[in-house]
């Protein structure tokens, strides 16, 4: 009997890899992929975890399936993709007009030093 959702709900959530921001700071932090690499055991990975495409957060039984791996269009597509920066909390609030604005404003500014002005006549 299918799944409530659909035949192939559950399938695209089994192949669902690391996001993009996840791996934006694999790349750029080796402690950041060592501490993903951690929580896998080896001997559960295939090729006993030897073999491992961090752009695309995969992994393979042979080097010779990682060459061609590199070789093809997803890979290079994902590549491009990482060298875009990933969006931040902060863009994402601004985006939305949620910011915070604690400073001064331009026109407060401008009060201000009326205000200044009249202190110093006085």
Sequence with gaps: MPAIRGPKSKSKT?????????????????KHLQQYHDTKAPEDLPGFGQWYCVECAKWFESETNLVQ???GKPHK???????????SQKEAEAATGLTTDN?????????MEVEVAVEEVT
């Design 14 to 30: 089994r192949r669902h890899t690391r996001d993009l921001d996840q791996v934006h700071a694999d790349v750029h932090s080796k």
């Design 69 to 71: 791996h590199g070789k």
């Design 77 to 87: 597509r994902r590549v491009r993709q990482l060298k875009e920066e990933p969006y």
């Design 103 to 111: 400073g001064k404003r331009a026109g407060d500014a401008e009060n």
